[in-house]
């Protein structure tokens, strides 16, 4: 599951929607839907969030939310750090060998703290 899948199939289930009609809606298929919230294919295109913002009347905040989900749902990133102080490239190279081992709680600590740093 990815953020943007999680939050795609809540907003769905809050309003008594199902994957096929959203397909038919989008003109895609079904389990390209289904791929799309469980993390199997790439992060969608831009377009293709704003066609799914329409289709779920999402506006302003939601919209916003959703469009920076998408943006934070490929399930294979890659991180650049040519150029940064090792420690970067040593935090980059931490993460995604170790990634497996951290727990829901672990990931939401870590996200929380990096978060907060960035402010």
């Not at 993390?39 to 295109?45: C, D, I, L, M, V």
Request: charge should be neutral; charged fraction near 25%.
């Amino acid at each position: 599951m990815t953020p943007f899948g999680l939050k795609l199939r809540e907003w769905r289930g809050n309003k008594n929607l199902t994957q096929q009609q959203q397909a038919d809606f989008l003109g895609i298929s079904k389990a390209y839907i289904s791929a799309l919230e469980t993390g199997a294919r790439g992060q969608p295109s831009a377009a293709l969030v704003d066609q799914i913002c329409v289709w779920l009347g999402l506006i302003w905040d939601d919209a916003e939310e959703l469009k920076r989900l998408a943006s934070m749902s490929h399930p294979k990133p890659s991180v650049n750090v040519r150029g940064q102080h090792w420690e970067s490239v040593y935090l980059a190279n931490l993460l995604a060998q170790n990634i497996h081992r951290l727990s829901a709680e672990d990931c939401r600590a870590l996200m929380q703290d990096i978060e907060t740093r960035l402010k």
